[in-house]
């Protein structure tokens, strides 16, 4: 591990684990600064610190790839209701300049997953709850081409937050007034549920399925379970 002097009284205001848990991306928006983390969670290393003040705005979502290597991060152009646009920018630890890598209406959620054809690539799920889209952006570091997973036309409205199955063959999604959709890669029909919860999230458990939806209340947390080897269908918990 690598010892560093860092300022631990300096309470980030964004941050993000990266699938594995094993690195991390530390925003502070007084400072307009990242910070990485690799070798979670025993062999911590500290990055340096990359000034992000030349970019728009202050980022509101942020995400980062195992390595370490890629941070991606959404920044809110112009707020206006029915008026939103931003952009999601790829900034690497390497020193290279930030790449704006998708323009939208509203990043509200970035989530690396593996490459369908590469284990060594990674793809970017990109929700935007202004326009009730999901994005795919393909091989981060290659060509990062961009294909539309759904739209509004799919009334999955305001979707916030996105996981993928273990095979990467399901994404799981989380939008407004509780409804959680499961759709097939493949192309297969979705399967749509309803949480008498309010979630504030999704969060991967242990096992193949299984999500934390809301944060602890009065001792309750909400889950979703599902199991995409097994005949019985998605439930709460």
């Known amino acids: 591990s690598t010892e560093a002097n860092v300022d631990i009284s300096a309470v980030p205001d964004v941050v993000a684990i990266s699938p594995s848990g094993s690195a991390a991306a530390l925003f502070y928006r007084q400072t307009a600064k990242i910070q990485v ?56 630890t390497d020193g290279s300049a930030p790449r704006s890598i998708l323009t939208l209406a509203h990043a509200s959620s970035l989530t690396v997953i593996k ?29 990062a081409g961009i294909t539309q997973v759904f739209g509004p036309e799919a009334k999955i409205v305001a979707p916030f937050a996105v996981q993928p199955s273990v095979d990467n063959a399901k994404y799981v999604v ?55 080897t097994n005949v019985v269908g998605p439930r709460f918990l």
């Open 115 to 143: 490459n369908s054809s590469n284990d060594n690539a990674r793809d970017l799920l990109v929700a935007d709850d202004a326009q009730h889209t999901l994005y795919k952006i393909g091989d981060l570091a290659g060509g």
């Open 174 to 228: 989380v939008a407004q007034s509780g409804m959680v959709v499961i759709l097939d890669v493949n192309g297969g029909d979705p399967v749509t549920l309803k949480c008498s919860c309010t979630p504030t999230g999704l969060h991967r458990l242990n096992g193949p399925g299984s999500f934390q939806l809301t944060e602890t209340t009065d001792g309750i947390v909400w889950m979703l379970e599902w199991d995409p």
């Open 37 to 92: 983390l690799t070798g979670l969670p025993k062999s911590i290393t500290v990055g340096q610190s990359m000034d992000i003040s030349g970019l728009p705005n202050s980022l509101d979502t942020l995400a980062i790839t195992d390595d370490g290597q890629n941070v991606l991060a959404g920044f809110p152009e112009n707020t206006t209701p029915g008026s939103q646009s931003g952009e999601v920018f790829l900034i690497r």
